[in-house]
């Protein structure tokens, strides 16, 4: 029954975090997309419109954030699909041995407390050896560890990009 406990709160935890990604990169991605489709027009207005440079460069300088946020939030809405699943095989995950994850104990009552991991890489390559066995719980530590890193790729871009639009419209209307 405490082994039900803690995977349950394993469980929840991830899914928590999985909601919590969901609404940070889609927010991301729509304010990437606002500040990529005004750099990109400027740009248009600035070198007109038959500029294949701008085109290229300017579409890849203006819309890379906006692409790394949108894939960051299709990866965790498409691991929401696996939910059901994620407490039974967290609760299989955690009844097998294993170096990665192992339980928290209440050493006052001798009860477990909570499900923990070392480190998520370490988890995540235990997973992915055993992928067809727990898919829900693959995708969910996949999605945790590989989000934040496109939200952290997908933020500074669009303050490049948004710098950069400025500087368009600042020489637009000077020239």
Same mark, same amino acid.
């Given at each position: 029954?405490?082994?039900?406990?803690?995977?349950?709160?394993?469980?929840?935890?991830?899914?928590?975090? $999985?909601?919590?990604?969901?609404? %940070? #990169? +889609?927010? &991301? /991605?729509?304010?990437?997309?606002?500040?990529? *489709?005004?750099?990109?027009?400027?740009?248009?207005?600035?070198?007109?419109?038959?500029?294949?440079?701008?085109?290229?460069?300017?579409?890849? $300088?203006?819309?890379?954030?906006? %692409? #790394? +946020?949108? &894939? /960051?939030?299709?990866?965790?809405?498409?691991? *929401?699909?696996?939910?059901?699943?994620?407490?039974?095989?967290?609760?299989?995950?955690?009844?097998?041995?294993?170096?990665?994850?192992?339980? $928290?104990?209440?050493?006052?009552?001798?009860?477990?407390?909570?499900?923990?991991?070392?480190?998520?890489?370490?988890?995540?390559?235990?997973?992915?050896?055993?992928?067809?066995?727990?898919?829900?719980?693959?995708?969910?530590?996949?999605?945790?560890?590989?989000?934040?890193?496109?939200?952290?790729?997908?933020?500074?871009?669009?303050?490049?990009?948004?710098?950069?639009?400025?500087?368009?419209?600042?020489?637009?209307?000077?020239?």
């Amino acid at each position: 029954m405490d082994s039900d406990l803690v995977a349950r709160r394993a469980s929840d935890g991830l899914q928590f975090t $999985l909601r919590r990604l969901t609404s %940070l #990169a +889609a927010g &991301i /991605a729509m304010i990437a997309i606002a500040i990529g *489709a005004a750099t990109f027009a400027t740009g248009v207005w600035v070198f007109g419109s038959g500029s294949t440079g701008w085109f290229v460069v300017g579409g890849l $300088l203006a819309f890379g954030p906006a %692409l #790394a +946020a949108t &894939i /960051a939030t299709f990866r965790v809405r498409r691991t *929401a699909h696996h939910a059901p699943r994620l407490l039974d095989e967290v609760r299989a995950f955690r009844g097998g041995a294993n170096s990665s994850a192992d339980v $928290l104990f209440d050493y006052d009552s001798g009860q477990p407390v909570a499900m923990t991991a070392k480190s998520l890489s370490s988890l995540r390559s235990d997973l992915e050896q055993r992928s067809k066995e727990f898919p829900a719980l693959t995708a969910a530590v996949k999605a945790i560890t590989t989000v934040p890193k496109l939200i952290a790729l997908a933020v500074p871009g669009m303050i490049a990009a948004g710098a950069l639009g400025t500087v368009l419209l600042l020489v637009g209307l000077l020239s």
